[in-house]
């Protein structure tokens, strides 16, 4: 790319908050610069027909920046978000919208009222607050069940909406009403609901989301793993477990979990057919999704570079792969670190390019400074390597320091996020990283006070997570590895969409665990980040 169309890159960047339309994006890419604005990405993504939107790219872009989709899967398109655009391929060739995954049940709710692929599958506020206005707060995302704050919340005004869904609006939060389990190790003391709701009969946990893409590299099923089911009879086990902890097939995990969505969030008097279940399970499972460009960065597959959902879906997974404790399930090879190595080509490009040989009868040249985009291309490299390699002492992590024998806890990212180039975790096995700590709470979270049936310690959280499903004190505030790909597209972050930006997490996570990151360690690893 020329210095006049890395300009053009820098420029969008700055201009392209969340609300720039796709065919701006395009348009850019093709440096025609023309800047129409319509709405959110998600809004020009359904006004404009894909067919335009392909054929603009085609016919506009001789060489695009934003790459084109495959040419065998035309129906396949890009969505822009505030650092490029993040495209899902399907294993099937395309995204069948006749899928019952797109069907709307009971109250009028399908599972992509939730899960949209134009923001990686999940929800984002921009796009709930366009609903919001579009439809005066009546799309059926908007429903008391669990859109609301409050299932009693007063919804007869546009005022009164705003406020009962506020959660859902400011941070894309879906309330998930849970009973304390009846045989708990705890008991609820306290309640803190500041929308009056929760109670030992049904806790409010304010969640985001999980994307209903890249299932291949999953393990654990829901933030807190409660529909992730065990199965003394299985072979699916973590090992070194007392007792050993058996497992169904992720499979028998989502076909459940999709008939208790039908049920629960789209209020369906009726489950799903066993025959529907296949059938939204086989869609979701064919669907990879990642990002395939980067603003400042150009295409992702470029130059060697092995980003976007095609490479993606290319990766192995199976139960145990590259497990922290007992090394590799199948091999047998121990741990590997070096869980990322989608940008490995990369590392270098931001050096200064060597003077030519000199020229007879001319004065030597001076090396020549990076490209704009080598630069950028060398921080995502960096970032990459930060993510593998920088060590620090994990400590107070239940499920890490309780329960694993791993020696000294001296990790990286990579050591809970350690599926090869996604980012998942392979058997599971869930952590207490502090997100839903009282230290951290919000005033729109509830708080609950927990208190040890046998001991009468107490806790205070705004999420006790695995332990809501399990029952058992040293679960309270375990969460999943979520997968880290096409991240970018589904901000805010953490169960409790606590984060906005990623450079917030990576802050999070530097403060966390004392990790001593450099101001520009923490670009790189956000850099990264924004480019999976
Ligand atoms: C009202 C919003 C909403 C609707 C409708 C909805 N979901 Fe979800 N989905 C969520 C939320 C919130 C979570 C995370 C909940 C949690 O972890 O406690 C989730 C989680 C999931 C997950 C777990 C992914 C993972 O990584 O663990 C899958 C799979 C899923 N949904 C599929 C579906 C399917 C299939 C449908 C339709 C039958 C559907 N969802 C309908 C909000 C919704
Ligand atoms: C001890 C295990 C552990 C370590 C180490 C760890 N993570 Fe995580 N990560 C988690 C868990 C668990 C979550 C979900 C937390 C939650 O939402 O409560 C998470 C969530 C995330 C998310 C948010 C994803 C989403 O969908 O919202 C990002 C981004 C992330 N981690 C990046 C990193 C980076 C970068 C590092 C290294 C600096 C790191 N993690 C180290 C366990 C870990």
């Known amino acids: 790319m020329n210095s006049s169309a890395q300009l053009h890159w820098q420029l969008s960047k700055r201009r392209a908050q969340m609300s720039i339309a796709i065919l701006t994006l395009l348009s850019l890419a093709a440096c025609g610069g023309s800047s129409t604005t319509a709405g959110s990405a998600d809004n020009a993504a359904q006004a404009v027909p894909p067919d335009t939107i392909l054929t603009g790219l085609v016919t506009t872009a001789p060489a695009p920046a934003l790459a084109a989709p495959p040419a065998d899967q035309p129906s396949l398109i890009p969505f822009a978000n505030e650092e490029g655009a993040v495209l899902t391929v399907s294993s099937t060739g395309s995204i069948d919208k006749n899928n019952a995954f797109f069907k709307a049940f009971g109250n009028g709710r399908s599972c992509a009222t939730c899960h949209q692929e134009s923001q990686g599958w999940s929800i984002s506020p921009d796009s709930l607050q366009a609903r919001f206005a579009q439809t005066n707060g009546d799309d059926p995302v908007f429903r008391l069940v669990d ?18 869904y506020s959660m859902l609006l400011t941070k894309g939060l879906i309330r998930v009403g849970l009973p304390v389990p009846a045989d708990a190790e705890f008991t609820l003391i306290k309640v803190d609901d500041p929308y009056g709701y929760a109670s030992t009969k049904e806790v409010s946990l304010f969640r985001r989301p999980m994307p209903t893409t890249n299932l291949k590299f999953l393990s654990t099923v829901m933030w807190d793993g409660r529909e992730t089911f065990t199965d003394a009879r299985s072979n699916i086990c973590i090992r070194n477990t007392r007792p050993l902890q058996c497992f169904s097939s992720t499979d028998v995990d989502l076909l459940h979990q999709s008939n208790s969505a039908v049920t629960g969030h789209a209020q369906a008097a009726q489950g799903l057919t066993a025959a529907e279940q296949r059938s939204i399970v086989d869609f979701e499972k064919t669907l990879f999704t990642a990002q395939i460009t980067s603003l400042v960065a150009g295409n992702l597959t470029d130059a060697g570079a092995k980003g976007g959902p095609a490479e993606l879906a290319k990766n192995n997974f199976y139960f145990g792969i590259n497990d922290i404790e007992a090394g590799d399930y199948l091999t047998g090879a121990p741990f590997d670190r070096n869980v990322m190595n989608m940008f490995t080509a990369w590392r270098g490009l931001d050096r200064p390019v060597p003077p030519n040989p000199p020229v007879q009868g001319r004065p030597p040249q001076p090396p020549q400074p990076p490209t704009a985009i080598n630069l950028a291309r060398g921080s995502i490299a960096r970032g990459e390597q930060i993510f593998n390699n920088k060590p620090f002492n994990i400590t107070r992590v239940a499920g890490f320091n309780d329960e694993l024998r791993v020696p000294l806890q001296r990790a990286t990212c990579a050591s809970c996020h350690s599926v090869g180039n996604v980012g998942s975790h392979s058997v599971p096995r869930l952590f207490n990283t502090g997100v839903s700590d009282a230290s951290l709470r919000t005033p729109d979270m509830p708080l609950y006070t927990l208190r040890n049936k046998l001991t009468g310690e107490t806790v205070e959280t705004t999420d006790p997570g695995s332990a809501m499903a399990t029952g058992k004190w040293k679960d309270i505030g375990r969460f999943k590895v979520p997968s880290l790909r096409a991240i970018e597209a589904r901000s805010p972050y953490f169960h409790n ?18 990790i001593g990151l450099t101001p520009q360690e923490v670009i790189d690893l956000s850099e990264f980040l924004k480019v999976l």
Do not use: C, H, W
Not at 155 to 163: C, E, H, P, W
Not at 498 to 509: A, H, L, T
């Open 147 to 164: 859109g609301a704050n409050s299932p009693n919340a007063l919804v007869a005004t546009i005022d009164q909406k705003r406020l009962a």
């Open 497 to 514: 969409g606590g984060m906005v930006e990623i450079s917030d997490v990576v802050r999070f996570y530097d403060k966390r665990f004392n």
